[in-house]
């Protein structure tokens, strides 16, 4: 008895104490990374605020106290994407189906080789833009027959863990791919849906707070696209690997800045990493649109040899469909903290000159 309670305790006391530093804003990496575990923080309180009640009830009452106030934080964050929360999207979207079209991301690991799962998934499932990230050459000469098949393809193949591949049979103009100063493409064009709308479309794949490595260039990138997209009065579709989960204090700004709704709220989280423990996993692989889009399905596919799992979405573009909440616009409070990431972000030297900015 004496073991598990010292156990419970030391269990409480870290995840309190990880629970409380999350809340620091600060692109340090061994803050950020707090942001990613929410949902097993939560459990963890809850079980070590359970232990305790059950152990020593009078002595233990405080630290299950404690335990309770940092779940109830933990879930504050995490409850849009439950089942529980109010939808910001009807899925499926009443719309005509010749203004539909198909997205599909993956991540496909750069070390990944079972090229075939890959190239069996894109057979099956024949998206309208094809995104795929961690491509290098040995992944662009493997899926050039496939990439034969699109009208259009940026690819930018490299062997740093950051290459990255856009296909559509849409018709696209306007097209960029922008590398940043540490060598991180992110790409952008104008493409039009079935039935004329054209809409603008933002592919991204920042890089993630690791050991050694702060979070300046993906809260930069992420700030960039958030402007850019309040900045258009096209639709934006903003897809990719963030490595960023969906309730950091960094994604919700990109969210509200950009205008953008999360088909995810009120459905769950859409996990995608690790594919192997998805269920005990989080949402790095995102999909946002502007109100102008409809949402016919969205899901999370079966694995193909990555780390990551592929997501796809149907999507209508045309009137405004009903139902889609109306964004509020962002506060004064998260324009400053815009300003205040982009400086960060160039002071790091982790973003190019606004001119080249995507």
Not at 53 to 64: K, P, Q, T, Y
Not at 186 to 202: D, I, K, V, Y
């Amino acid at each position: 008895m004496l073991t598990l309670l010292l156990i419970s305790r030391v269990l409480a006391g870290l995840l309190i104490g990880v629970t409380a530093l999350s809340v620091v804003q600060s692109a340090r990496w061994w803050i950020r990374i707090w942001d990613f575990p929410r949902p097993q923080i939560m459990v963890g309180l809850v079980i070590a605020g359970g232990i305790e009640l059950w152990a020593d009830a009078e002595a233990g009452a405080w630290i299950a106290a404690a335990c309770a106030l940092a779940a109830g934080w933990q879930l504050r964050r995490i409850f849009p994407y439950t089942r529980l929360a109010r939808s910001e999207m009807p899925m499926p979207a009443a719309g005509n189906a010749d203004r539909c079209f198909c997205v599909l991301s993956l991540n496909v690991l750069q070390t990944n080789r079972n090229y075939g799962a890959t190239l069996q998934l894109l057979e099956r499932v024949d998206p309208d833009i094809l995104l795929l990230m961690e491509t290098d050459n040995g992944w662009a000469d493997a899926l050039a027959p496939t990439l034969g098949r699109y009208p259009h393809v940026l690819s930018c193949p490299l062997d740093n863990l950051y290459g990255m591949i856009l296909a559509t049979r849409l018709p696209m103009a306007d097209d960029r791919i922008v590398v940043d100063p540490l060598g991180i493409p992110a790409m952008t064009a104008q493409l039009t849906a079935p039935g004329g709308q054209p809409f603008r479309l933002l592919a991204l794949h920042p890089l993630p707070p690791v050991p050694g490595q702060d979070s300046e260039e993906r809260d930069g990138t992420l700030a960039q696209a958030a402007l850019r997209a309040a900045q258009t009065r096209l639709p934006v579709l903003a897809v990719g690997d963030f490595n960023d989960v969906a309730w950091s204090h960094t994604s919700r700004l990109f969210k509200r800045i950009g205008g953008y709704l999360d088909p995810r709220i009120g459905r769950g989280t859409y996990a995608t990493f690790p594919a192997r423990y998805v269920m005990l996993g989080w949402p790095l692989d995102h999909l946002f649109v502007t109100p102008e889009f409809a949402m016919q399905s969205l899901q999370v596919l079966e694995p193909v040899g990555s780390d990551h799992l592929p997501i796809t979405a149907k999507l209508c573009l045309g009137p405004r469909p009903p139902g889609n909440d109306a964004p509020p616009p962002p506060s004064e409070d998260d324009r400053d903290d815009v300003k205040e990431i982009l400086e960060d972000a160039h002071e790091a030297g982790a973003l190019p000159t606004p001119e080249r900015a995507l």
